[in-house]
């Protein structure tokens, strides 16, 4: 089936070190998305590509980067996670970038120790 | 003021109740309209799109937008147990980047 996948489902890191989440995506779709969900919250849009264009919203602080390699790929870096950034990470894809429907993955729960 | 607004809840139902949960939003550009369906510690399923206004039927799932009052609506009917779950509604206006705009999602618990 295809799908949108995220690794680790599970991520506990420390104060401080970098963290890397990852998705993949068997959609073949050209936008891929990064979300934060924090707890009883929102998701709240952080960045996304449009094919190799990388689209930042202006509220995303510096400390979150992304990098999107081919078509199925696409990882978020977390520079230096605080307390405050342990959250629910959530990939999607769509085909285009208006309106079309957006396909989420099962999302990667992040703890900061 | 958000711009998109959905009661929190929790809403507790009994099984087979008719079940309506509503957003309110503020940007006259919006378009896209979407329901999803989140279970603890998962991802948004898409349960529902509509683009402006409308209704639109699937199952025991209704959609209904309202552009001139801002509001759109979800139904349920005949709702199960398993339908216990977070319903977020979403929405995104044309050139945003398909920049989806969530409400902060009704906690919705279905009773055997």
């Known amino acids: 089936d295809a799908m949108v996948i995220q690794n680790p489902r599970y991520q506990v890191t420390q104060f401080g070190k970098p963290v890397t989440l990852s998705c993949s995506q068997t959609?073949?779709?050209?936008?891929m998305y990064w979300y934060q969900q924090k707890s009883s919250q929102a998701p709240k849009l952080l960045f996304h590509y449009y094919d190799k264009d990388f689209n930042n919203e202006a509220d995303t602080p510096d400390n979150f980067q992304s990098r999107r390699p081919n078509t199925s790929f696409c990882f978020l870096d977390i520079r230096s996670p605080g307390l405050g950034d342990a959250a629910m990470y959530l990939c999607?894809?769509?085909?285009?970038?208006?309106?079309?429907?957006?396909?989420f993955g099962p999302g990667t729960r992040l703890t900061v120790l | 003021q958000k711009e998109v607004e959905q009661d929190p809840g929790p809403l507790s139902v009994p099984e087979g109740a008719i079940v309506s949960l509503n957003c309110t939003y503020s940007n006259s550009a919006f378009q896209y309209f979407m329901w999803y369906r989140q279970y603890s510690r998962k991802g948004p399923e898409l349960l529902m799109y509509t683009y402006s206004s409308g209704n639109k039927e699937d199952g025991r799932f209704t959609a209904q937008v309202d552009k001139s009052s801002k509001y759109i609506s979800l139904f349920i009917r005949d709702s199960q147990p398993s339908d216990s779950a977070t319903y977020l509604c979403?929405?995104?206006?044309?050139?945003?980047?398909?920049?989806?705009?969530f409400g902060q999602g009704t906690e919705l618990s279905v009773k055997p």
């Open positions: 979403a929405m995104s206006a044309r050139n945003q980047g398909g920049k989806l705009i």
């Open positions: 959609l073949n779709h050209n936008v």
């Open positions: 999607a894809t769509s085909r285009d970038p208006n309106g079309d429907t957006q396909y």
